[in-house]
């Protein structure tokens, strides 16, 4: 029993009788509330009427129900008025049970009326207590079975271990229960807000429940429908179950990246043994190949100076290899990655330090390519002669980008995870600024949206994001904000409608992640997410960082579980997403009498990101053993070597896979005595000079300088604030003639 209610279940007790719920004599699982309960809503029911034809709103359970208009509202007498009147059965109940709990002023007494609600919950059967039932994204367990009955009616049961979350159920079986599938799947989770049930502090877990479950209900009765209709299942989603004591694919897509979760041996020692002999490091990004991944993973084991990770952290790894005394640090990205690496080491003081990419030929980046294009620099020039104006660029570009830009307007860079709270601030910091974003248009756009709903936000809700705003100042801000609408990064391109579709058909309920750079469909799908507590939206260490936070919190409950994760970003991503989760279950594996937690990640790919090889399927798939990765059926992205396919997610990213396990190895072994054949591998510095003369390397990295500070302390740095005041008195904005 939740330790929040047993204080108030002595003083309650007198009051739950006072207004007791009947149940249906004719079928224990169908009650009814009795019209007199709610005070504040009167329902005029017909004399002479039997149950079965058209009782009160309140007190029937067989309407024949049809989809509702989202925004009506209507008093219980106007379903009631005649025989034929028998549409909305459950808008009715659901507006019954708003006004009641609306009339709870307290807290604590809308809390005991549901535990008057639990204690009403038919009994559930202990054989639907299954896995399969649970309801995901709960802090407790939460059963739920789901039926069509022989008139096309839903039925709908449930239970929990927590008498409030009880109460939940209680309540929305009660108005959902017999209701037409139509019906069931008008109701938006939106319209259970005005049900604020919850003690002080605890409010959104509690609105969190409502929302999964009735989410839940939604997708079983979807499955329910297309199954007597006679559709086909749909085909899911490839994916990777981590248990503790292994993997497991389903899909060739999941094999594909499963197949170098546990590398080739030999491979690993013989990485592990040059890095340490010649004193190379090694930084990452999330992206890599899974086999190049897999193989770096298992040699950190033997070699600390390996590091995977987001774009930003891999030039902070690389300095602080360099303090440890690495001599070499080879990159395993795109190039502006081994521009930042070469430019932060030669700021840090480490010019000595080499600085290696994967690739004699350039390795480039769609969006770092919009923005070193004269039309980018075009959009930025209407800023310079508009007083005050900032900046924002996404880091995700080259330093020459950044040089270029800081020169014309005052610029600071920014990341997927700090991109919101740098804007607000600087919104908060300089009066009447104009804010120009760049150049990833998806993630601009969602920035807008974003702000777009604060406007309706509480100014409390605004406060807790930033707290320098409010309502007003969102709004006024609006205009002032303006984002690059011609910069796509191909992998995130591709998480658009088909892909939304399939995941509101088949994974509604599960645990939705996206990065900031995915289109308006899945990001508008993820915040809905996120809101119930379901979902995250930001960069890939916040995505890796939900995950695993999720996993630990079913760990922590000890209750058997099954916790299904949607990939809203690059495949590979997975490499770093199975060994921090496996490092998790690893923790408990020991363990006597430990639940058993199951983590699943989905992919949200189709067929066509797979390319089939020549070669024979093995008989199974052994994560244990080493192969070529020609041996295996399929790998990951097109025949035609783009990487994604236009009809679902995205299998890989073509330009991060020019950053072979081959090359890596070339690399390592050819340091330090044969520089010579490795020149066009080398990150150089780059000599190039600005329209003022100055070393784009230098001028290149103060936009990156002025976010480590912004990071720091909260705030943009004074030089920048100067810098956007006086535009033509620091020498750097060029007016546009």
């Not at 170098?260 to 190379?280: C, G, H, M, T």
């Not at 804010?435 to 974003?450: H, K, Q, R």
Request: proline share 5%.
């Amino acid at each position: 029993m939740d330790s929040a209610i047993v204080a108030i279940r002595a003083a309650s007790s007198s009051y739950f009788a006072k207004s007791p719920i009947p149940f249906s004599n004719s079928n224990p699982r169908l009650y009814r509330l009795n019209c007199t309960f709610f005070k504040h809503v009167k329902c005029i029911q017909t004399p002479n009427h039997d149950l079965n034809s058209s009782a009160s709103c309140l007190s029937r359970s067989h309407l024949k129900s049809n989809s509702r208009d989202r925004g009506s509202s209507f008093p219980c007498w106007a379903v009631t008025s005649s025989p034929s009147s028998t549409t909305h059965q459950a808008a009715c109940r659901l507006q019954s049970l708003i006004s009641e709990f609306q009339s709870l002023a307290e807290p604590v007494d809308r809390v005991k009326r549901l535990l008057h609600y639990a204690s009403l919950l038919p009994p559930f059967d202990e054989s639907l207590r299954l896995t399969e039932n649970r309801v995901m994204g709960c802090t407790v367990q939460v059963w739920l079975d789901v039926r069509m009955d022989g008139d096309g009616k839903m039925r709908f049961a449930a239970d929990s271990d927590s008498e409030i979350t009880k109460g939940f159920c209680s309540c929305l079986v009660w108005v959902l229960d017999g209701a037409a599938p139509e019906e069931v799947l008008s109701l938006k989770t939106d319209d259970l807000a005005a049900l604020n049930i919850g003690l002080h502090g605890r409010g959104n877990s509690r609105v969190n429940t409502w929302h999964n479950v009735l989410v839940s209900m939604q997708k079983r009765t979807k499955a329910l429908v297309a199954e007597r209709e006679g559709k086909p299942p749909g085909e899911p989603f490839p994916s990777l179950v981590i248990t503790v004591d292994g993997i497991r694919a389903k899909g060739s897509f999941a094999e594909a990246q499963a197949r170098f979760l546990s590398p080739d041996e030999l491979k690993v020692q013989e990485l592990a043994n040059v890095l340490r002999e010649k004193k190379i490091g090694v930084v990452a990004h999330f992206y890599m190949d899974p086999e190049v991944q897999g193989v770096l993973t298992a040699a950190q084991k033997q070699w600390p100076h390996i590091h995977i990770s987001d774009s930003l952290v891999m030039a902070d790894s690389a300095v602080m290899m360099a303090k440890a005394g690495c001599q070499f640090i080879t990159v395993l990205g795109v190039d502006f990655m081994a521009e930042n690496v070469r430019a932060i080491l030669d700021q840090a003081g480490f010019a000595e330090v080499g600085v290696y990419r994967m690739s004699n030929e350039r390795i480039s980046c769609s969006l770092a390519d919009a923005a070193a294009t004269p039309a980018y620099m075009d959009y930025l020039g209407g800023a310079s002669i508009s007083s005050p104006s900032l900046h924002v660029v996404y880091i995700n570009t080259s330093l020459e980008t950044k040089a270029h830009a800081h020169e014309l307007v005052p610029t600071i860079t920014c990341t997927s995870s700090n991109v919101v709270q740098t804007i607000l601030q600087a919104f908060a910091q300089v009066p009447n600024l104009n804010v120009l974003y760049g150049p990833d248009s998806y993630m601009g756009a969602n920035i807008m949206e974003l702000f777009r709903q604060m406007t309706v936000m509480t100014d409390e809700e605004i406060a807790e994001i930033h707290p320098k705003h409010n309502r007003n100042s969102i709004r006024s801000l609006l205009p002032r904000l303006h984002y690059y609408q011609d910069g796509t990064c191909i992998v995130h391109h591709l998480f658009g409608h088909e892909v939304v579709e399939k995941i509101n058909e088949m994974y509604c309920d599960a645990f939705l992640t996206a990065h900031f750079e995915v289109p308006g469909e899945m990001f508008a799908l993820a915040m809905e997410a996120k809101r119930r507590g379901m979902g995250v939206v930001g960069s890939t260490q916040n995505i890796l960082d939900f995950i695993t936070q999720r996993v630990q919190e079913a760990l922590d409950r000890n209750v058997s579980d099954h916790l299904q994760f949607l990939l809203g970003t690059e495949s590979g991503m997975v490499t770093s997403i199975v060994a921090a989760v496996r490092k998790l279950l690893g923790t408990v594996k020991s363990s006597s009498g430990r639940a058993e937690v199951n983590v699943e990640i989905v992919f949200p790919v189709s067929s066509d990101s797979v390319t089939r090889t020549s070669r024979s399927s093995p008989q199974g798939l052994n994560l244990g053993q080493a192969g070529e990765f020609m041996n295996f059926p399929v790998i990951p992205g097109v025949a035609n070597g783009e990487g994604c396919s236009i009809h679902g997610g995205c299998a890989s990213c073509p330009y991060m896979k020019m950053n072979s396990l081959s090359s890596l190895f070339k690399v390592c072994h050819q340091l330090p005595d044969d520089k010579q054949s490795l020149s066009a591998y080398e990150a150089g510095r780059l000599s190039l000079r600005t329209l003022h003369g100055k070393l784009i390397a230098d001028v290149g990295c103060e936009p990156i300088l002025h976010m480590r500070h912004f990071q720091a302390t909260k705030k943009l740095p004074e030089k920048l604030v100067d810098h956007i005041l006086h535009p033509c008195e620091n020498g750097r904005s060029i007016p546009i003639s």
